[in-house]
T-cell receptor, first 111, second 113 residues
Framework: GQQVMQIPQYQHVQEGEDFTTYCNSSTTLSNIQWYKQRPGGHPVFLIQLVKSGEVKKQKRLTFQFGEAKKNSSLHITATQTTDVGTYFCAGPRVYGQNFVFGPGTRLSVLP | KAGVTQTPRYLIKTRGQQVTLSCSPISGHRSVSWYQQTPGQGLQFLFEYFSETQRNKGNFPGRFSGRQFSNSRSEMNVSTLELGDSALYLC????????????FGQGTRLTVV
């Protein structure tokens, strides 16, 4: 079945270091979304990418959608303690209207 | 505008009982999805409702069911609770489904003892 994978599962960084999480889908995606879930919180939408090769930036966050629309990445420059949380990517199921979420990458930032 | 509201926030039930969780989506949103999240696990899709019809269903046993009302509010029911059903149940609403941004509620933390 359709799968969305993310690596790494966990990442511990020192504050100020960069961080990247990668998302890979077993199928081509029409779009991909990224969500952040703070500890004890609920997932919050960050961004949606639609076009092949698309790159979007939100302050220190850079999102990229692969040329084949099967992978994506989220890069955080100079992490801060406020970046702590789990980052999920999600894409629409090929046959259906619901999302397929990746397992997430949990980011810890040491001050 | 008001966000997605889930009630109750916390629930403790005994094995074998049944439970009903409620989700009020953002006004105007017709798609409501339910997810189960357990420690260390990602978001496991339960089902999605759109305009009162179940449009998609995940791989959960028949003990898990749901419905959506004409005002888009949704309920999820779990019968014959098992210890393994202890989890955070999240509801997400969106305008049309997986091509639009999803807004999650704060979740209902269910503990089965």
């Amino acid at each position: 079945g359709q799968q969305v994978m993310q690596i790494p599962q966990y990442q511990h960084v020192q504050e100020g270091e960069d961080f990247t999480t990668y998302c890979n889908s077993s199928t081509t995606l029409s779009n991909i979304q990224w969500y952040k879930q703070r500890p004890g919180g609920h997932p919050v939408f960050l961004i949606q990418l639609v076009k092949s090769g698309e790159v979007k930036k939100q302050k220190r966050l850079t999102f990229q959608f692969g040329e084949a629309k099967k992978n994506s990445s989220l890069h955080i420059t100079a992490t801060q303690t406020t970046d702590v949380g789990t980052y999920f990517c999600a894409g629409p199921r090929v046959y259906g209207q619901n999302f397929v979420f990746g397992p997430g990458t949990r980011l810890s930032v040491l001050p | 505008k008001a966000g997605v509201t889930q009630t109750p926030r916390y629930l403790i039930k005994t094995r074998g009982q049944q439970v009903t969780l409620s989700c009020s989506p953002i006004s105007g949103h017709r798609s409501v999805s339910w997810y189960q999240q357990t420690p260390g696990q990602g978001l496991q899709f339960l089902f999605e409702y759109f305009s009162e019809t179940q449009r998609n269903k995940g791989n959960f046993p028949g003990r898990f069911s749901g419905r959506q009302f004409s005002n888009s509010r949704s309920e999820m029911n779990v019968s014959t609770l098992e210890l393994g059903d202890s989890a955070l149940y999240l509801c997400a609403s969106s305008f049309t489904g997986a091509r639009t941004e999803a807004f999650f509620g704060q979740g209902t933390r269910l503990t089965v003892v």
